[in-house]
């Protein structure tokens, strides 16, 4: 058993004995079983909506249809959570047409601890994707919603994340977030600068959404604060807009460093120049 394993089971331990209310469920493993376990409490929940019957697999195909767009984003997943009057339901269409339409109830925010509530924990589940598998390490299921994720990581590993792969967004406007790199960006940035260290070239293939941005800043961020610091990072785009953005998203990354936008005759802490910079204008390159 690897050290971050024995982490997850002593976690786990913790929440699932003494006078805790949390059930393990070993038997969870995947997407589908999740599915699966969401549509037994659902037909838990709303025995008396559905007249003791349960939800036929076409009702459930509705309730899956309808959750996807309620939860696109954690703001409307939220949103949806909070729901009208402290309830999160979702509105069917009965397959036998003469009930109609049916609102199901799946959270309750004044249950807690008692009521509808079901408190479950599933580890290492295996999502349904064609990227490769990325298994969770621990999700809290409240009425078999997984609303709680945790990543386990051991003392290092996690002093490293939040000192280099967790960054705070300033826009200076009304935005103050913070965020936490995913797996993906990590690999890249470690990638970057150990090729960097190597005097080596390479490629890194993001698609639309997938943040390269930010996965620039903290390469940038990174190899500038290395050891073997790297006197400048050149970042070469094909159009004035797209410059603009990303010196405008790079400042607000930079915000907590106290880098920001400098004219170009400041040698120290500086991150970012851009095309604008009266020293690239006089520039002759």
């Known amino acids: 058993m690897t050290f971050e394993n024995q982490i997850e089971k002593n976690f786990i331990d913790i929440l699932t004995k003494r006078e805790n209310q949390w059930t393990l469920r070993d038997d969870i493993k995947t997407e589908a079983a999740l599915w699966d376990n969401l549509k037994g409490h659902i037909n838990r929940i709303n025995i008396a909506e559905l007249e003791g019957s349960e939800l036929t697999d076409n009702e459930f195909s509705q309730v899956k249809d309808e959750f996807r767009k309620l939860t696109q984003t954690p703001f409307l997943a939220s949103q949806w959570l909070r729901g009208e009057n402290g309830i999160a339901q979702i509105v069917i269409e009965r397959e036998d047409l003469t009930k109609g339409k049916t609102a199901l109830t799946l959270f309750s925010n004044k249950d807690i601890a008692g009521g509808i509530s079901s ?167």
């Open 119 to 285: 408190y479950e924990v599933v580890s290492q589940i295996v999502p349904i994707t064609d990227e490769r598998i990325v298994r969770g390490d621990v999700s809290l299921l409240i009425n078999g919603l997984p609303l709680i994720h945790i990543e386990l990581k051991s003392e290092l590993v996690a002093h490293e994340l939040i000192s280099r792969y967790t960054i705070l967004v300033d826009d200076k406007k009304s935005q103050k977030y913070t965020m936490v790199l995913r797996s993906y960006q990590i690999h890249a940035i470690k990638k970057i600068t150990e090729q960097a260290r190597n005097h080596e070239g390479g490629f890194i293939w993001h698609a639309t959404g997938s943040g390269k941005t930010i996965t620039s800043f903290v390469a940038t961020k990174l190899l500038a604060q290395s050891e073997k610091a790297a006197v400048r990072t050149v970042m070469i785009v094909d159009r004035k807009d797209l410059d603009n953005k990303t010196k405008n998203d790079f400042c607000k990354f930079a915000s907590e460093y106290n880098t920001g936008l400098t004219a170009g005759d400041v040698t120290a802490n500086t991150l970012i120049v851009g095309t604008d910079n009266l020293f690239l204008k006089n520039s002759r390159l």
